[in-house]
């Protein structure tokens, strides 16, 4: 595997050699299953939420061990991701090296939790403090990892493609990873719904492991695939001279010095101000209302499987997620859609505010004489979440776009299938700018989310 990363060998596909398109779908493929992954333990901690309650039944962290769980991710992955963001920053650190290594240790952290579910009987936990500890002790390790596993893997996909086409297929996984999760939830609130209230307790508490070990097995199946298709891409002939042309530029020692990592990040981050502010904008609006607002609303229609709280809010999660799905694919499809304008970006994600008070003139509380339909509200849900997915792809592909077309150089240049000479090589400091601020926007993309959920906290508080 070093050599895919070492000085070009003879052979090998070099950087002008680059003209097959055998590895465009293993390269899209890889790079979804990789989205997918970054997402996934951070998701398997949400979806075992039940299960890890019922080490804490008649306790003072029944109610309160979740919320300090995601807080404390939350306030880690912004920590990693400014760490991760140098790190990646720096020549000598490989993204590919990175995301193996990441996934390498994502599988112990999976193994260790599945140790967990098989060897302790949770419903007898006789320390839960102790073991709220050893759940801190996951959640800031899968923080750390994930922090770093997601910078990489910008990184590594605006490297290989500037265009955008590889990193919109990994925020495609990212979506595809939070649909499928939705369905499988809907699923099992309507079967609990159907049967719970004639489940005994030793019945529920076996349930719920089973379906911690469903995801958690699901989690590492999909972390060792991830890891198995980087591999193979990463033999590809096209992918290995592509690779092999980034680390063997050279740069004189006085470069180095004037373009060290904290500078060079600064430098490029006053070029996409704007890109910054609209991608946190755009997720404080989507983490405030969602999911802490729009799980308050209850149906207004007298149907007996809607008027399930648990099947109702399940319901919304699937129409959120497939709008995330539909909007992050809109742009593969119709790259029209992209929004290339910064003022533009600005524009949108101020109008999307208008959601918050949308969202609350649904049925969020019993008293309310006037409110939305159903109808209205998962249309809502669902715009939200097509907002989100189709925005967010646009403004991460767009904002590295506009550090590297500011350099001189165009993206079709660059792109992983065109055929290039090497008189035609772009700038290596276009490419490390554009790959810096991929990072850079994946950064305020996490302060986005913690920041909103921050918000709806509060707004939860004060509704009471």
Known sequence: MENALGPPQTGHASYGEVRSPSPVWLVNLTSMFLGMCVLAPFNAMVYSIEYFRDAFRGTVLEQTFASGLIMTFNIVAVICTVLATMSGSKKQTTPS?????????????????????????????????LYFLFLLFSCVISAMLQSYLQSATMNFCTRLDIGGNVLSYMLLGQALNGALGSVVNLISSWIAAQYGTHTRTSTHYLQNSRATTAVYLWTLFLQCLAL????????????????????????????????????????????????????????????TVYPGLTSRVRTLTHVPWLQNPSVFVAWH?????????????????????NVRNSRIAVGITLVRGLFLPAILACHVRPDQTKSFSDITFFALVFSLGLTTGLLSTSFLVSGSQSVHDSSGVCPEDVMLLNVQQESQMPNVWADEDAATASMILAFWLVCGLASGAFASLVANVIMG
Do not use: C
């Open 317 to 337: 999660l699937v129409a959120m997620n497939m709008g995330d799905l539909v909007g992050r694919r809109l742009p593969l499809l119709l790259p029209w859609l």
């Open 228 to 287: 198995g298709l980087l591999q193979t891409t990463l033999r590809d002939p096209v992918v290995k001279g592509r690779i092999e042309a980034w680390m063997s530029q050279s740069y004189d020692a006085s470069t180095e010095d004037e373009n060290s990592p904290w500078s060079r990040i600064v430098a490029v981050q006053k070029r996409i101000v704007p890109w910054s502010a609209s991608i946190f904008g755009l997720f404080l609006v989507t983490l």
């Open 97 to 129: 090296l990175q995301i193996q290594r990441t996934l390498q240790a994502f599988l112990g952290v999976n193994v260790m939790m599945l140790g967990s579910i098989l060897v302790l009987d949770i419903s007898a936990i006789h320390h839960p403090y």
